[in-house]
């Protein structure tokens, strides 16, 4: 028997109870997987909490994100072994494989030999993250040496990674943050200015930082009220790449704005890199997410970002 998490209802994290089920077999091109430790993230917390497209149908599975070692293979597997140290790229739904347990099963193209000098904590939750990035900065928009990006809750998980991902493309990072008091880890992590959205005058830093030409891109997960600043700090023929909606409120589309810069404005998730096997490089974005440092910073965001969420009053499930 094997263990696992389900919820028969929606709701917080008190919904989420632990069953014994039958060990799963692996199909012909999955993988068994004896989980070491798992990612939590937005998604799942939304999709738990019904707020993520349709109701999920119940009893339900949840987890994207893993790492630990192969127990099982199926026939046509070929490169995997059993023992083998690896960890899972977010390919699927919250739902669809249910990665919360301690022997699940995943699709052999998403499984991935992590690095060794990454913890199982590390591992788990380093590829969601690093793959919106990859996607929205490399595959998207083409980031070049010298191209100025703006990247939104810049101390999140995926903000780090952006940065990351944009210093590797020689590109320049400005992070922006609501205070202060993260500039100086966000300066550490690579970002080239910092700028405190609820200190500082968004568009004037940013007409200084760029000499008053603005960024090629903009890569938000708020929208909301700051999306317009955002738009007017973005250079002609810029491009405004959006993958969240954090902020509760209406955007102002600044039309006059769009017109006159010849702007893009385009939304993306990631499974539009990863569900392409031909666009999937995982060898490339490993190589980002490979220096330890790089994860060490996400696995601290990962903790600010779930302590502040409960500091909020946002998310009571941000804890398991």
């Known amino acids: 028997m094997a263990r696992k998490i389900l919820f028969y ?16 077999e692996p199909g012909a091109v999955e993988i068994r997987i004896r989980v070491k430790a798992i990612g939590l993230n937005c998604a799942e917390i939304n999709f738990r909490a019904g707020t993520y497209g349709p109701p999920p149908a119940v009893p339900a599975q949840l987890g994207l994100e893993a790492s630990g070692e192969i127990d099982a293979v199926g026939t046509g597997v070929t490169g995997f072994g059993v023992g083998d140290v690896v960890s899972v790229i977010a390919t699927f739904g919250p739902a669809q494989f249910g990665l919360y347990g301690d022997l699940v099963l995943a699709p052999a193209r998403s499984v991935v030999k992590h690095p060794a000098n990454l913890t199982w904590e590390e591992a788990a939750a380093s590829w969601v993250p690093f793959t919106t990035a990859w996607t929205g900065l490399i595959d998207i928009a083409k980031l070049a040496a010298k191209d100025t990006v703006l990247i939104t809750v810049a101390s999140s998980s995926v903000g780090l990674a952006a940065i990351r991902v944009a210093r590797r493309e020689g590109a320049i990072p400005i992070a922006l943050t609501r205070r202060s008091r993260k500039a100086d880890a966000l300066l550490q992590a690579g970002a080239a200015h910092v700028i405190a959205t609820e200190e500082k005058d968004v568009e004037e830093e940013i007409r200084r930082f760029t000499d008053g030409k603005g960024a090629r891109v903009v890569f938000d997960a708020v929208g909301g009220p700051s999306f317009a ?3 007017s700090s973005t250079s002609m023929d810029g491009l405004v790449l959006t993958y969240g909606v954090l902020s509760k409120e209406m955007n102002s589309f600044p039309a006059i704005q769009v017109l006159r810069r010849r702007l893009t404005i385009r939304g993306f998730a990631a499974n539009s890199t990863l569900d392409d096997d031909a666009r999937l490089d995982v060898g490339t ?5 490979r220096r330890p440092e790089a994860l060490r910073s996400r696995v601290v965001a990962l903790v600010e970002q779930r302590v502040e969420c409960l500091q909020n009053q946002r998310l009571v499930s941000c804890f398991l």
Do not use: R, S
Not at 10 to 22: D, N, Q, R, S, W
Not at 285 to 289: G, Y
């Open 229 to 231: 600043k955002l738009v």
């Open 9 to 24: 209802e929606t709701g917080g994290a008190e919904v989420l109870k632990i069953v014994e089920v039958p060990t799963p």
């Open 285 to 289: 974005v490993l190589n980002v997410v």
